[in-house]
């Protein structure tokens, strides 16, 4: 089993991520990793934070010669705002926030609540994925993630090669698919930070190259919709997950839902086995399963809980009527999100991967792959 906890608090020495039952010899490289800490930090809307923060991974356990030995990974992000032991408590809790939840559960304070519930903490989670990245590409898999929705405007990608799709993404400001809808979404946000307000969206995941049957129906805890449904739902701010038409599927009948399936015998050694559909409404799932087409997954990200002018909350040591309390915040996290719900989904697939052709090393991997894929071939 391939999976993987995190430790820190948002302003505390650093965060940690430990990952368990990562296969031995797969090379580590560090740069992929930081490349996806930096683009977790960017995006249009962003705070002050971004810019003290200069995130990068440290690598302290698990790696020989940058090459993994089957042991625990642990990896190491720090914070260079590390100001915890000097913040004061917070007395009014703000809406939409774990502040007063948690509090009352811990029967403690809200800061000992909202430094850890802090979407800092994703930044070891995108440093798990990008590691599980470098596995999925052992086995040609690669996951892309992109913005299709900010504050209620939608971006449509545009009609291009996956290439330049990855491009287009990677020159956006607000990480989405049409270079002509960028001003217009900066204006949006700008708008917003001017009436101390924030913004939500919905990310988009797409992962190319998985083969059949990565997930089960078998069991309910091991069906992989389900699986990647809780991965992405336990990210900060994330509201619901769609894979494939998502809800637009029960507005519709089952004709104009369901993939047709067809063989094209030129693909018959490609990861689908030569079965081919003409849309993917299931998103490549169906009953718990990989079904050879493209994972399509989506997230519904809420605007960011810290008002530059709060709403209505109340003083817990008075319990008079206040307003909630403000910390320095973002006014939008959507681009970010995409990247945080990218590298989770990765590891998630990593997880079903692992699981599927067993765990203790690459090369025992690889040729378990091979041979699967060589007797379904001949069935």
């Known amino acids: 089993m391939l999976r993987y906890w995190t430790a820190g608090e948002s302003h505390g020495?650093?965060?940690?991520?430990?990952?368990?039952?990562?296969?031995?010899?797969?090379?580590?490289?560090?740069?992929?990793?930081?490349?996806?800490?930096?683009?977790?930090?960017?995006?249009?809307?962003?705070?002050?934070?971004?810019?003290?923060?200069?995130?990068?991974?440290?690598?302290?356990?698990?790696?020989?010669?940058?090459?993994?030995?089957?042991?625990?990974?642990?990896?190491?992000?720090?914070?260079?705002d590390t100001k915890l032991e000097r913040m004061e408590d917070l007395s009014r809790p703000r809406p939409g926030h774990g502040d007063l939840a948690g509090a009352m559960k811990y029967l403690g304070s809200i800061r000992g609540v909202l430094e850890r519930a802090s979407a800092r903490e994703?930044?070891?989670?995108?440093?798990?994925?990008?590691?599980?990245?470098?596995?999925?590409?052992?086995?040609?898999?690669?996951?892309?993630?992109?913005?299709?929705e900010l504050g209620g405007e939608p971006i449509e990608p545009v009609d291009v090669p996956m290439q330049e799709l990855r491009r287009i993404r990677d020159e956006s400001a607000v990480y989405g698919l049409d270079p002509d809808r960028d001003d217009a979404i900066k204006a949006l946000i700008d708008a917003a930070g001017k009436d101390g307000d924030t913004l939500g969206g919905i990310v988009e995941v797409r992962v190319d190259g998985l083969p059949f049957g990565l997930g089960t129906h078998a069991q309910w805890d091991r069906k992989l919709d389900g699986r990647l449904a809780q991965a992405v739902m336990a990210v900060q701010a994330i509201k619901g997950v769609e894979i494939g038409l998502g809800f637009e599927a029960a507005r519709r009948r089952g004709s104009q839902v369901h993939d047709p399936i067809q063989y094209d015998e030129s693909q018959r050694h490609s990861p689908n086995l030569g079965f081919v559909r003409p849309t993917n409404n299931a998103g490549g799932l169906e009953a718990g399963m990989t079904n050879g087409q493209p994972l399509v997954i989506r997230a519904a990200k809420k605007p960011i809980s810290t008002l530059a002018r709060p709403l209505e909350s109340i003083n817990l040591d008075t319990k008079e009527r206040e307003a909630a309390s403000y910390e320095r915040s973002d006014i939008c996290a959507v681009p970010a999100a995409s990247v945080i719900i990218e590298n989770v989904v990765a590891f998630e697939v990593a997880c079903a991967l692992v699981d599927k052709f067993g765990g203790d090393s690459l090369t025992e991997m690889k040729a378990r792959y091979e041979l699967y894929l060589d007797m379904a071939r001949e069935m």
């Open 13 to 80: 020495k650093t965060l940690l991520a430990l990952i368990d039952g990562f296969p031995a010899g797969v090379t580590i490289d560090p740069e992929p990793i930081n490349v996806e800490l930096r683009r977790r930090q960017g995006g249009y809307g962003r705070g002050g934070r971004q810019r003290i923060e200069t995130d990068a991974v440290n690598i302290l356990a698990g790696v020989w010669k940058g090459v993994t030995l089957g042991s625990p990974l642990a990896l190491e992000v720090p914070n260079r």
């Open 122 to 148: 994703t930044a070891v989670r995108v440093a798990a994925g990008a590691v599980a990245r470098q596995l999925l590409a052992e086995f040609g898999i690669t996951a892309f993630g992109y913005v299709v």
